[in-house]
């Protein structure tokens, strides 16, 4: 495999916005080809996580990927790491094409000219996304006309051609439809096994076909981890989920 050497190490890390706690000193340990559900009820801190891992939330402890320090590291230097993020709107380039797109993203480390590539000289990685976010077919449709799952889909397929490694996803289903859930499923299962992904997700549902680990936050903390079989199970969560 290719990037089997990568991991994400978070030790003690911490956010605080004006003396309100955020992030209360989370460990978190995600191995390359696991993909780990960051899940727990709103306000847990789960998006100030990723926020802190990409620069976006001022945060002390640690959290290295791939030997890089990320914790107090610029919003460039982290994504040079190899460290992407979708947000939860998509943003994507509306008036141009999923393949205009996918170019961009590819050759936004190699300067202008993307646009104006034929066909021909679309590049591999380009076209592996496309097959792998389902949307070769609709490599010449606007963006802005694609369904709300496509566009999230093809947000996924910008960080895979930018060869992001670590791909931190914020609740990238919310607002599917339950067909487009089952294909983001997929989706993540086909990137999760190669790459290193995190997926925050509040939805308990959604994780139950899954075999990956979860990692249960509340109030800032880790209040459980393990399997989703596991973290039903415990009652901390069910308390927090039931009580929530
Ligand atoms: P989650 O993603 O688990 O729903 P968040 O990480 O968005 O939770 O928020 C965690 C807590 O931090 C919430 O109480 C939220 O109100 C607070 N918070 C998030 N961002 C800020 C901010 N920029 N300023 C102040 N408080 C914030």
Redesign the pocket.
């Known amino acids: 495999r290719r990037f089997r050497h990568d991991y994400l190490e978070v030790r003690d890390l911490r956010v605080e916005?004006?003396g309100?706690v955020?992030v209360d000193g989370v460990d978190l340990t995600v191995t390359q080809g696991d993909l780990r559900f960051l899940i727990?009820p709103?306000?847990?801190?789960?998006?100030?996580?990723v926020d802190a891992l990409t620069g976006l939330?001022a945060a002390s402890g640690s959290a290295q990927f791939g030997g890089v320090e990320l914790v107090g590291a610029k919003v460039h230097r982290i994504a040079r790491a190899g460290v992407g993020r979708t947000f939860q709107t998509a943003s994507v380039f509306d008036e141009l094409t999923v393949l205009q797109n996918l170019d961009i993203a590819a050759g936004s480390r190699r300067g202008p000219g993307a646009l104006l590539r034929r066909r021909s000289e679309v590049p591999a990685a380009v076209e592996e996304a496309m097959d792998t976010i389902g949307l070769a077919g609709a490599r010449d449709t606007p963006a802005g006309v694609l369904a709300h799952g496509q566009k999230q889909w093809l947000e996924i397929g910008m960080l895979l051609v930018q060869d992001a490694r670590l791909l931190l996803l914020d609740e990238p289903v919310a607002g599917m439809s339950h067909a487009e859930r089952e294909e983001t499923g997929q989706l993540l299962r086909r990137v999760g096994a190669e790459r290193t992904v995190v997926v925050?997700e509040?939805d308990m549902e959604f994780l139950r076909s899954f075999a990956s680990s979860v990692t249960v936050?509340h109030q800032?903390t880790v209040l459980s981890e393990g399997s989703v079989a596991h973290v039903q199970a415990d009652p901390r969560v069910v308390e927090v989920y039931l009580g929530g």
């Open positions: 916005f004006d309100f955020a727990g709103n306000g847990a801190g789960k998006t100030t996580i939330a925050v509040h936050l800032g």
